[in-house]
């Protein structure tokens, strides 16, 4: 018996250290300038939609695919291919966060999330107002 909790013991610093170490990878933060010196690397980048270039989407064309331009945290300005349909209220935005890797100019997006405005921010300053 003694056996068996040994190596279910082993087993689940095994299965932890694999977790820990997979989580490693994706719990940082990078920029563009660093996806572009390591290109066959995953990078997560966050950073604010360019308000002053155009969104491309076209559903018609390819419905899991749209284009836009991003500014990371350091100010550098790249085009991002995300390869996903765009989101509802997309330009509305207030942070994207990326998931994928830098080829050229380019950046490619596997993955996209978004922090939106509180739909509850205009109750709570009509509350504080009428107050």
């Known amino acids: 018996m003694k056996k068996l909790h ?3 013991l082993c087993a689940m610093a095994l299965a932890v ?3 820990i170490s997979m989580t490693g990878e ?12 390591t290109p066959d ?3 997560q980048i966050v950073g604010h939609l360019s308000l002053d270039k155009p969104v491309h989407y076209d559903p018609m064309q390819d419905a899991n695919s749209f284009s836009f331009f991003m500014k990371d945290g350091a100010g550098k300005e790249m085009k991002v291919i995300c390869q996903k ?6 330009e509305r935005s207030e942070q994207i ?17 978004l922090k939106c405005p509180s739909k509850y921010q205009d109750e709570a300053n009509k509350t504080l107002s009428e107050k």
Request: hydrophobic share 45%; glycine share 6%; no cysteine.
């Open 6 to 8: 040994i190596i279910l």
């Open 17 to 19: 250290g694999v977790l």
């Open 26 to 37: 994706f719990s940082e933060y990078s920029n563009f300038a660093t996806a572009q010196q």
């Open 41 to 43: 690397k995953s990078h």
């Open 85 to 90: 349909a765009k989101p509802q209220d997309f």
């Open 97 to 113: 966060v990326l998931s994928g890797q830098a080829r050229g100019e380019v950046f490619v997006a596997s993955q996209i999330q």
